[in-house]
């Protein structure tokens, strides 16, 4: 009966596993491919953004209906304390609306936020601004989900230029991103099987506002521009009881088309993996397929010593009469094992060992929560990835309940959000909008809690990116170039009694960059709010930020803000 009892109880980890993949299949085609796959959980945390509120908080069996529109009117003070001396000032006007919505059959976390800025210093000129982030869940029937997500936030246009946090009429290497995905996900169980399939469609599209600067002679990459991605999976198991195994057979199809250089990525898989318990809390998990991933370009428009012409947004310019070259190319078999193990609900560990794109590869990810409030989550992943694809799965990973958060003084979105469940950080997708397809390798960690009233968190990662370009090709100078990326946020917020609170946050950033000629940014800040309600919906707000930079070939800056307003929630 023990025995019995024991592979019940791995039978059912061992679904929760077989599960997980049957949705999140797609990640097979790039490994784990980013903080987004399902190995790669993401660090942030977030606190919240009105006196009292909490909605990222709400159990999943809690119905809310929470839709707050909002108005927002406030005075901005910038000055650059090193670097230049300028000072300007404008008055920043928004409407807004918030929501979390929790029913039996629905889940939405979303911020969305018009602001126009009237500018008031010389040199500086008006500017509007959409911003926003969404993640929703519907359930149509029992197993049938139809999940989306969106993105609309301003950038950095290159990795390789400034990064000084403040993206005003003044900045440059700024970019507007919008990003979205959506498709039907379907887990079923049918007597002793598990059934699973899904398909997701997702659009990226940055406008250049202002492009990088370089020091000169270097050598520029590629700025991204727009792209379409594809992805269809399905699978069909057995959880380990009638038999001492469980098993799977799961296959799938993604394509990728994007504006820049007509680039293609096109990959298809077919697989079978099976769990094996050896213990009560432990099972050996191993896998074997076949997959085909072909990565294909055209050359740019040359110019006369040879050099690709770039536009006004420096993007590389197709040559339309050249072949399509590939950059990559594998077809062959495919395997990987590895180990789960979940001594309680709290603690999970999973990680693996396998063979594809001719090298070895490593993923895996850790889950603890010692209790309620605390949340502890690492992952590594390593995959192909692209900056279109990463941020359909970097959206798709995020929760369904969060309490977004904003600078206090920008209004820009953090790249890091919390929910109860998971949390979600966008920074390797966001820190450089290349349109290059990489090689993506790296691990993040995040830990978040909440005491008495404080809630805090910190999120840590590494990001490595290693270009893929053909080799024949008039760029073949970046094909194996590798960028690195380090990366850290902290936050942490306070109720101060009922109509009250303190919002503090802080990040570093630093790019090494692989690109001939081009130096490393080095980048960080801190910002802290404090919001008041004095009426009703009525709350006021004070904030003030500092922002510093460092790019090779630059001189450095150092930069202050400051923020009065009043926000009136309807």
């Known amino acids: 009966m023990m025995r019995t009892t024991s592979l019940r109880r791995v039978g059912a980890i061992a679904a929760l596993l077989l599960a997980g993949t049957a949705t999140g299949a797609h990640a097979q085609f790039s490994g784990d491919g980013g903080p987004g796959a399902s190995d ?6 977030s606190t919240a953004s009105e006196p009292g509120q909490r909605r990222g908080e709400r159990s999943r069996g809690q119905k809310t209906i929470d839709v707050t529109p909002y108005l927002e009117i406030g005075q901005v003070l910038t000055a650059e304390l090193k670097g230049g001396g300028d000072v300007l000032t404008y008055t920043t006007v928004a409407a807004g609306v918030d929501a979390a919505i929790v029913t039996r059959r629905a889940e939405l976390a979303a911020t969305l936020r018009y602001e126009h800025q009237f500018a008031e210093s010389r040199g500086y000129s008006d500017q509007d601004i959409i911003s926003g982030l969404a993640r929703g869940r519907l359930e149509l029937v029992r197993g049938l989900n139809l999940e989306g997500g969106a993105l609309a936030t301003r950038t950095r246009a290159d990795g390789q230029g400034a990064d000084n946090g403040i ?10 991103l919008y990003s979205v995905y959506a498709g039907p996900t379907l887990v079923q169980r049918i007597g002793d ?3 699973g399939a899904g398909y997701r469609f997702g659009y990226t599209k940055v406008d250049v506002e202002a492009p990088a600067l370089l020091p000169g002679g270097a050598a520029r990459q590629n700025v991204f521009d727009s792209s379409t991605n594809h992805v269809a999976w399905a699978s069909i198991g057995q959880r380990p009881g009638d038999l001492p195994f469980g098993w799977q057979l799961s296959g799938g199809y993604e394509r990728e088309d994007a504006s820049q250089l007509d680039q293609r990525f096109e990959g298809k898989y077919a697989r079978a993996d099976v769990t094996v318990p050896i213990g009560p809390t432990v099972a050996l998990l191993g896998g074997i ?7 294909g370009q055209r050359d740019p428009v040359l110019d006369t010593n040879g050099i690709p012409v770039l536009d006004a947004n420096g993007r590389y310019i197709t040559d339309k009469s050249s072949p399509r070259q590939l950059s990559f190319d594998t077809d062959g078999l495919i395997w990987d094992a590895g180990v789960m193990w979940q001594p309680s609900r709290r603690t999970s560990l999973t990680a693996r060992i396998g063979r594809r794109y001719g090298d070895t590869i490593y993923t895996g990810s850790f889950t603890y929560r010692p209790d309620h409030a605390t949340l502890v989550q690492v992952g590594v992943y390593d995959g192909l990835s692209s900056f279109g694809r990463g941020l359909s799965g970097g959206l798709a990973a995020l929760p369904t309940q969060f309490d977004p958060t904003r600078n206090p003084v920008g209004g820009d979105i953090n790249p890091c959000v919390f929910g109860q469940q998971s949390a979600g950080c966008l920074n390797p997708q966001l ?10 390798r790296g691990v993040q960690a995040m830990y978040s809690s909440r005491y008495g009233r404080w809630t805090y968190g910190v999120g840590i990662g590494y990001d490595q990116r290693r270009l893929l370009a053909p080799a024949l090709s008039a760029i073949a100078d970046f094909d194996g170039v590798k960028d690195e990326s380090y990366y850290l946020f902290l936050s942490a917020g306070r109720e101060l009694g009922t109509d009250a609170s303190l919002s503090l946050a ?10 001939p000629g081009v130096g490393d940014v080095r980048s960080g800040g801190v910002s802290a709010a404090y919001s008041r309600r004095f009426w009703r919906g009525l709350t006021g707000t004070a904030a003030a930020a500092l922002n510093a930079f460092d790019q090779d070939g630059f001189n450095s800056q150092l930069i202050g803000s400051a923020l009065v307003g009043l926000r009136y929630n309807f």
């Open 40 to 45: 790669a959980p993401a660090a942030g945390a």
């Open 167 to 176: 993206f005003n009429g003044r900045a440059s290497n700024v970019a507007n």
């Open 193 to 195: 099987l598990d059934v």
């Open 289 to 295: 397929g076949y997959e085909d991933i072909e990565i």
């Open 431 to 440: 820190g450089s909008a290349t349109a290059f397809q990489f090689r993506s």
């Open 506 to 515: 802080g990040y570093v950033n630093y790019f090494d960059n692989g690109t």
